[in-house]
C-alpha cells in the first residue's frame, strides 16, 4: 500500500514553501510531542485505522467509506481509552510490524491470527507503564517523518544536491534509515529531558 518512491517523487514535485510547514510541524512533534501527546495519540490511532481501512479496501470497491470507518473507529477508540490509548496504539504498531515479517512465511491463517493476537497483547501490556515513554518515542519518529519528508520538496530546488542523495541511498541501504533513526532518537532524547525538568519544576512547587 505505501510505496516510498512514489512518496518522493510526489513531494518532489511541490513547491518548496510546502515543505516548510511540514518541517515546522515535525520539529514541533519531535520537541515537544509529549505535550500533545493526549491529542496526538488520538490523531495517529485514526491515521493508523484509515490506512488499515485502505489497505482492506483494496480487496473492495468501497475505498473511502472503510478508509473513513477504520479512521473514525479508532479515533473515538483513542478518546475513549483516554490514558490507555498510548499502550493500545503501541500494541497495535508492534502488531503491524509482525505483520510484515509473517506475510512472506506463508503460515496459516489461525497461525497468523494467534501470533498477531499474542503480539498485541504482550506489547500492549509491556507499554502500559511506559506510556509517555511510548507517545515520546511515536511522536519523536513522526516528527523526524514530518522533517524528512519537508526537506524534500526544499532539497530538490538544488539537483545537484539532491542526486547526491539519491545516490547515496541507492548505494547504501541504511542511509533512509538513519535519516529517520538519527532525529527520532535526538527527538526523543529532547523531549524526555523536556519532561524530567516539567517534572522538577513542578515536584519543586
Known amino acids: 500500500m505505501f510505496n516510498l518512491p512514489q512518496w518522493v517523487m510526489w ?12 518541517v515546522i510541524l515535525g520539529l514541533a512533534f519531535m520537541l515537544g510531542g509529549w505535550r500533545m501527546g493526549r ?37 473515538v477508540l483513542g478518546v ?6 498510548p499502550s493500545v496504539l503501541g500494541g497495535l504498531i ?3 510490524m509482525l505483520m510484515q515479517f509473517l506475510g512472506p512465511l506463508g503460515l496459516p491463517e489461525w497461525a497468523s491470527a494467534v ?18 515513554t511510548v507517545v ?4 519523536a519518529f513522526e516528527g523526524a517523518a514530518l522533517l524528512v519528508s519537508g526537506l524534500v520538496p ?15 541511498n541507492h548505494a547504501s541501504w541504511v542511509f ?15 523531549q524526555i529531558a523536556d519532561s524530567r525538568r516539567h517534572l522538577d519544576g513542578a515536584a519543586r512547587v
Do not use: D, N
Open 80 to 85: 475513549v481509552l483516554k490514558q490507555h490509548a
Open 115 to 132: 501470533a498477531v493476537g499474542l503480539m498485541f497483547v504482550c506489547v500492549a501490556a509491556w507499554c502500559l507503564p511506559y506510556q509517555q
Open 39 to 75: 491529542v496526538l495519540v488520538v490523531l495517529t490511532l485514526a491515521a493508523l485505522g484509515g490506512w488499515t481501512g485502505l489497505a482492506f479496501a483494496a480487496y473492495h470497491s468501497q475505498s473511502l467509506v472503510l478508509g473513513a470507518g477504520g479512521a473514525v473507529l479508532l479515533g
Open 176 to 190: 533512509f534509515p538513519f535519516m529517520i533513526l538519527v532525529p527520532t532518537a535526538v527527538g526523543s532524547f529532547l
Open 136 to 139: 515520546i518515542v511515536i511522536t
Open 154 to 168: 526544499i532539497l530538490a530546488c538544488w539537483p545537484y544536491l539532491f542526486r547526491f542523495l539519491e545516490s547515496t
Open 11 to 22: 513531494l518532489r514535485g511541490l513547491h518548496a514553501l510546502v515543505g516548510l510547514p511540514m
Open 94 to 96: 508492534g502488531t503491524g
